[in-house]
């Protein structure tokens, strides 16, 4: 089992910044990918941005150019800074990770509760 925790989240102005971690515990040998996705009201959950144990990432069109995602592997701990942010970006944003383990279902995907990010004037 892995606990994902986030912090960092809270009220902006369009235009600001904000910077969300996320550190894993628990069973948090042979984590593979970590990353953030977002869910508004009535909105599907959708990728923001995710990293592999190597360091490859990707990110959603929308957020490309304004957010990075970067990875303490040691710390088990993933970041998300948003700059530049719009109103659109209004979510609740949750941190991902996922596992390999020694038996079904092989891949194990791990959830935080989720913080919220209002971008608003």
């Known amino acids: 089992q892995v606990q994902l925790v986030e912090s960092g989240g809270g009220l902006v102005q369009p235009g600001g910044s904000l910077r969300l971690s996320c550190a894993a515990s628990?069973?948090?040998?042979?984590?593979?990918?970590m990353g953030w996705y977002r869910q508004a009201p009535g909105n599907w959950r959708e990728l923001v941005a995710r990293i592999t144990s190597g360091g490859i990432t990707n990110y959603a069109d929308s957020v490309k150019g304004r957010f990075t995602i970067s990875r303490d592997n040691a710390k088990n701990s993933v970041y998300l800074q948003m700059n530049s942010l719009k109103p659109e970006d209004t979510a609740v944003y949750y941190c991902y990770a996922n596992r390999v383990t020694g038996s079904r279902p092989y891949v194990e995907d791990y959830w935080g509760q989720g913080t919220q990010v209002t971008v608003s004037s």
């Open positions: 628990g069973s948090i040998f042979s984590i593979n990918a």
